[in-house]
């Protein structure tokens, strides 16, 4: 670098350094939000311009003379080098779904500190390294996926029990992600029509560019734009008429099974027809709604309400159970550092790349857009008053199911809020009731409509809500339909090794069996979670982060190995430093979930509390049966937790006695990269 861009280097380390700094000392007077951007936005700049190139250049030796396998592999289907900016914005879509929204919610409920330290700092030195590097790993290896990595790089078991964890993991997470938009959309006529609608769109935009228009996203994208943005405004009159509302004002329950008959459908129809326009369409807004959302945030200048730290810091939060460490590492996933994003690194996008050095754009930078919107999250919920913040948030099981109820117990934790609060902010956003709407996403719609509404006035904030509970509904059910088409691909190929025509992904006898049954699994915490008189998200939340966090360690575990045989044993603490950090966080977590002894945290805890209370006599006899059910689902819960620990725990012995074996020189370390080719696409 010339002496200019040392200086202006110099500079934005300094600004970034120092804001950070603020955000960390700051106590007494609340502080303006415009610091958290500040802070944030300096330190990704100075993280890409700096680490991702000591990655590139140093650790992995990008080499773009080296032919990807898009274009050694080009099938015009699967294979198919493309623009990077298309893949950069297919990657950011498939990764970026409800955890960077839904994640800093909940884990203010500490207070903005805590998660906003986490989101910058793991999702610089640990999130980012860890797309990154699988997406170079997958690159070398013809786009193979994160368990025929485990299995060829560190061992056969380490690759059968990666997939098992895999498929495991993958159906809570959508169950969870379901889970978010059934609370948001229950009782809600307006909400429910606005992210109906996006369907019908998602089909014409398809159709639009597969034979009106062939290809032409842009087109497609801005008319879609348009039709979402009438159904929004229509979703306002739906809401508000009396004869149309009743079509569209469902249930939790009926909510969830929507979902599930839908989650089937979009798994078995043509991607080019759902799967790839939505894609598209959520890109275009997620991008675009982000941007407004800095602009916006820099232009009215909002304080931050909630304060640094909160009385929950010892473990009793009424969102969810447990203290700073180690909930607050596994609350926050997406954003900071998230596994299943893994899964997208070693599927669809190392596929499209057609130079090695376009992966530190599309790994090392969607992650840290991904991050920014998780600070963006934080900041429209801390910017609420911390009495609103806790009555959307806190379930009808803890603040009790009345409004004079809830006000009371939430005042009296110090943080003052009326019923008649709730009913104004309620009627200005076009919803009968703001209170028990757990799952996050109607907290920050709120924040987003308060920060838009700023500067817009009063009068539009129904309108921000409603667009920021579609915002956030494109986010999670791109995540719902790539996440079940992806787990039935996992499926058919663990079925095909008991009959291979299971495992044809053309066959439709075997798409229509495997993603019945992909669907039949999350479909059950579902409703696990929709019947749940905490919410669903005190239980099911946790047991998302934990498993969510421990598909990042076997991640982390095949980067290592496959550092160490490079060659490059000198740089594993790039992967290997987040792996430690990861494994103490979430292995203190599941330990807690699964053993402590308060009911409020622990699986077995509840499970007993809820037995002594029908043994007792305490549980109405029309309850018994619910109860049991939960009785069950806790000691569920508790044995799923077990699995996944003991799946990592399996890929963590495995790693390490090869490591050993390689350092010790007793085992020769033999990569299993693809063959090297000469690139012909010039650069």
Not at 33 to 47: D, F, K, N, T
Not at 495 to 514: N, R, V
Request: with cysteine; net charge positive.
């Amino acid at each position: 670098m010339n002496f200019a861009r040392k200086i202006f280097w110099f500079l934005v380390a300094v600004l970034g350094a120092g804001a950070l700094g603020f955000v960390a000392i700051a106590r007494g007077e609340p502080i303006n939000a415009v610091w958290l951007v500040v802070a944030s936005a300096c330190i990704y700049a100075i993280g890409y311009r700096f680490y991702s190139r000591f990655l590139s250049y140093r650790v992995l030796q990008l080499d773009d003379k080296r032919a990807t396998p898009a274009e050694r592999l080009d099938d015009g289907q699967d294979f198919v080098p493309t623009n990077k900016w298309v893949v950069f914005g297919h990657h950011f879509s498939a990764i970026a779904g409800p955890g960077p929204l839904v994640g800093p919610i909940l884990a203010a409920q500490f207070g903005y500190l805590p998660g906003t330290l986490w989101i910058i700092i793991g999702g610089v030195l640990g999130g980012a390294v860890q797309d990154f590097v699988v997406l170079f790993s997958s690159v070398r290896r013809d786009g193979k996926s994160l368990g025929q990595m485990a299995k060829e790089e560190i061992s056969g078991l380490a690759g059968i029990v990666a997939l098992f964890g895999v498929l495991s993991i993958l159906t809570i997470l959508i169950a969870v992600v379901a889970l978010v938009v059934v609370n948001a959309l229950k009782a809600s006529p307006w909400g429910f029509f606005t992210i109906a609608m996006t369907i019908p769109i998602a089909f014409l935009m398809g159709i639009y560019m597969r034979y009106l228009r062939v290809g032409r996203a842009i087109e497609a994208s801005l008319l879609g734009f348009a039709l979402v943005m009438a159904s929004v405004v229509g979703g306002r009159y739906i809401g508000e008429s009396h004869l149309l509302a009743p079509y569209f004002t469902y249930s939790a329950i009926g909510l969830a099974w929507m979902l599930v008959i839908y989650g089937f459908i979009s798994s078995v129809i043509p991607v080019w027809l759902l799967l790839a326009p939505r894609g598209v369409l959520s890109t275009f807004v997620k991008l675009g709604t982000i941007l407004l959302l800095a602009i916006g945030i820099l232009a009215v200048r909002p304080t931050m309400l909630m304060p640094p730290l909160t009385r929950f810091i010892d473990g009793t939060g009424p969102i969810f159970a447990g203290k700073i460490f180690p909930f607050c590492f596994i609350t926050i996933a997406c954003g900071a550092l998230s596994g299943f994003h893994s899964l997208i690194s070693s599927g669809t996008t190392p596929k499209m790349l057609s130079k090695e050095s376009q992966a530190r754009m599309v790994g090392y930078g969607s992650m840290l857009m991904e991050s920014f919107v998780a600070v963006m999250a934080m900041i429209a919920a801390c910017v609420l008053k911390p009495g609103i913040y806790f009555a959307v948030n806190s379930p009808a099981g803890i603040v009790g199911r009345l409004p004079q109820q809830a006000v009371a117990t939430i005042s009296g934790w110090g943080f003052p809020v009326t019923a008649q609060d709730m009913s104004d902010l309620a009627a200005k956003v076009g919803e009968v009731t703001l209170f028990n709407r757990t799952g996050g996403a109607p907290s920050l719609a709120v924040g987003m409509a308060h920060i838009f509404s700023g500067s817009l006035g009063g009068a539009a904030m129904g309108i921000w809500y409603h667009f920021a509970i579609m915002f956030e509904a494109l986010f999670i059910l791109t995540i719902l339909d790539a996440g079940t088409r992806v787990g039935r691909f996992l499926l058919q190929d663990l079925m095909g090794q008991f009959w291979k025509p299971l495992g044809k992904t053309g066959w439709y006898p075997g798409i229509i069996l495997s993603s019945a049954i992909m669907v039949t699994a999350w479909g059950y915490f579902l409703f696990q979670g929709v019947r749940d008189p905490l919410g669903g998200i005190n239980s099911l939340w946790p047991l998302f982060g934990i498993s969510n966090q421990l598909l990042a360690a076997i991640a982390l575990c095949v980067c290592t190995t496959i550092l160490i045989k490079m060659g490059k044993s000198r740089y594993i603490l790039v992967t290997l430093a987040p792996l430690v950090w990861l494994v103490s966080a979430t292995m203190t977590a599941s330990a807690q979930k699964i053993w402590a002894s308060e009911p409020s945290l622990g699986f077995l805890a509840h499970a007993r509390y809820l037995a002594d209370q029908i043994a007792a006599g305490s549980i109405p006899v029309d309850k018994i049966a619910e109860t049991q059910r939960l009785i069950f689902n806790d000691r569920l819960d508790a044995m799923v937790t077990l699995v996944f620990v003991s799946v990592v725990l399996v890929i963590l012995v495995e790693s390490g006695r090869n490591w050993w074996l390689y350092f010790s020189g007793k085992k020769q370390a033999v990569l299993s990269e693809a063959p090297v080719e000469l690139s012909r696409i010039s650069a």
